[in-house]
């Protein structure tokens, strides 16, 4: 199975300033998705960015990025000019077939 | 536009009491449709998926069930609560394009309380 592995069990940014949450996995296959998802205080579960294996190209969504190392299995997560709506739990998840693996998330604290 | 639908958004039980917990989605048609258990501090862990009506994959064998009795209706049950099927749970749906790889969108959640 998957392992998906999230190492940071609590990061802290300043507003305005960026921050790099880390994201390994565990798989054989060549094919798959990657994704980050945002869980704020209410726990509604929203998707920020996600990344096709097969693409070279790191995406991006505004303030967005990722850093997406297919050989290392790494996809970092890139905020950029952090702002107090970013405050939420961080997932990252490896989906094969028709699951979503998930880390078990990085809290992220955005102070003033 | 497609939304999703769960209910109740927070649920009280005790042990041993039977469970159903429905989910619906609108604005779609023959959505995959999935159930996930979020545990206190832990990601969210996959326990049913269904690809098409009374067609039900179970992730992990537990005291839970699920049934899609219509196109966009989802339920999960049990007969007999435990202390551990505590946590948030969350339904899930995606797209049929002959693909599992759609995005999947989620529910607001359900909150259960098994004491």
């Known amino acids: 199975a998957q392992t998906v592995t999230q190492s940071q069990p609590e990061m802290s940014v300043q507003e305005a300033e960026t921050v790099t949450l880390s994201c390994t996995y565990d798989t054989s296959e060549s094919d798959y998705y990657l994704f980050w998802y945002k869980q704020p205080p209410s726990r509604q579960m929203i998707l920020v960015i996600r990344?096709?294996?097969?693409?070279?190209q790191n995406a991006t969504e505004n303030r967005f990025s990722v850093n997406f190392q297919k050989a290392a299995k790494s996809f970092s997560l890139k905020i950029s000019d952090s702002q107090l709506g970013d405050a939420a739990m961080y997932f990252c998840?490896?989906?094969?077939?028709?699951?979503?693996?998930f880390g078990k998330g990085t809290s992220l604290l955005v102070t003033p | 536009s497609q939304t999703i639908h769960q209910w109740p958004a927070t649920l009280v039980q005790p042990v041993g009491s039977p469970l159903s917990l429905e989910c619906t989605v609108e604005?779609?048609?023959?959505?995959?449709l999935y159930w996930y258990r979020q545990a206190a501090g832990r990601g969210l862990q996959l326990l049913f998926y269904s690809v098409g009506i009374g067609q039900i994959s179970s992730e992990v064998p537990q005291n839970l069930s699920a049934s899609r009795p219509q196109d966009r209706q989802f339920i999960l049950s049990s007969k007999k609560l435990l202390l551990s099927d505590s946590g948030f749970y969350l339904c899930?749906?995606?797209?049929?394009?002959?693909?599992?790889?759609?995005?999947?969108?989620f529910g607001p959640g359900t909150r259960l309380t098994v004491l």
């Open positions: 990344q096709e294996a097969y693409k070279q």
């Open positions: 604005g779609t048609s023959n959505p995959n």
């Open positions: 899930a749906w995606s797209g049929w394009g002959g693909s599992a790889y759609n995005e999947q969108f």
């Open positions: 998840a490896y989906q094969s077939g028709y699951a979503l693996n």
